[in-house]
């Protein structure tokens, strides 16, 4: 079976400052992995994608994620948060076992001045 | 190109009422999703379409919940009749395959039952 736990539900940072959101998978087949951000009222925006290429992914405004298989992990990373950075993002997975895309609870990042 | 369209944006019904929900996804795109998205959760697949023939609906609440792509272009979600904890945001996805490509979003229709 396949799933993915966002670590913490709630993530405050300073502008400015580096970001940090965490995504761990389950998957017993090769996977591939996805960033979604989620700003008020708005629909779901990719920021980037893993499927098997390049373990550092690099995304949309800044955003990256590396997928490291021995700690089925794939932590969302920015260098300096931005005011507009705050919104709720989501992590994905989906299995060539299952096709299907299952979805994180998400994390409400607060970005503060 | 054009994203994903979806209306009525914003819907208040009573319990009891039926309501429906449309969606035009991507030109050419194959796979069609319409995902359930309660306050404060991630969203919840509640059907997926690939043309016009359903390729999953197990989390779909058969009993009140109907969707359909006819001609496997645009599809319609309806709900018959309305309780109160399907009040949530509807948003409706597509993609190339439904092969771990990119999903685009539409912007959702807010669904309040009261």
């Known amino acids: 079976a396949q799933s993915v736990t966002q670590l913490d539900s709630h993530v405050s940072v300073s502008e400015g400052t580096p970001v940090l959101l965490r995504c761990n998978y389950s998957?017993?087949?090769?996977?591939?992995l996805f960033w979604y951000v989620q700003h008020p009222n708005k629909g779901l925006q990719l920021l980037l994608k893993?499927?098997?290429?390049?373990?550092l992914v690099k995304g949309i405004n800044g955003f990256e994620a590396e997928f490291k298989k021995s700690e089925t992990s794939f932590h969302l990373t920015k260098p300096s948060a931005h005011m507009s950075d705050a919104a709720e993002y989501f992590c994905?997975?989906?299995?060539?076992?299952?096709?299907?895309?299952?979805f994180g609870t998400g994390t409400r990042l607060k970005v503060l001045a | 190109e054009a994203g994903v369209a979806q209306s009525p944006r914003y819907k208040i019904i009573e319990k009891r009422q039926s309501v429906a929900f449309w969606c035009n996804p991507i030109?050419?795109?194959?796979?069609l999703y319409w995902y359930q998205q309660i306050l404060g959760q991630g969203p919840k697949l509640l059907i997926q379409?690939?043309?016009?023939?359903?390729?999953?609906d197990s989390q779909l609440p058969k009993d009140r919940f109907s969707a359909e792509r006819l001609k496997g272009v645009d599809s319609t979600l309806k709900i018959q009749p309305a309780k109160l904890e399907d009040s949530a945001v509807y948003l409706c996805?597509?993609?190339?395959?439904?092969?771990?490509?990119?999903?685009?979003f539409g912007p959702g229709t807010r669904l309040t039952v009261l």
């Open positions: 996805a597509s993609s190339w395959e439904g092969r771990g490509d990119e999903q685009f």
């Open positions: 998957s017993s087949y090769s996977p591939s």
């Open positions: 893993y499927t098997s290429a390049a373990t």
């Open positions: 994905v997975v989906w299995s060539s076992g299952t096709y299907k895309y299952i």
């Open positions: 030109s050419g795109h194959a796979t």
């Open positions: 379409f690939q043309n016009n023939g359903v390729v999953d």
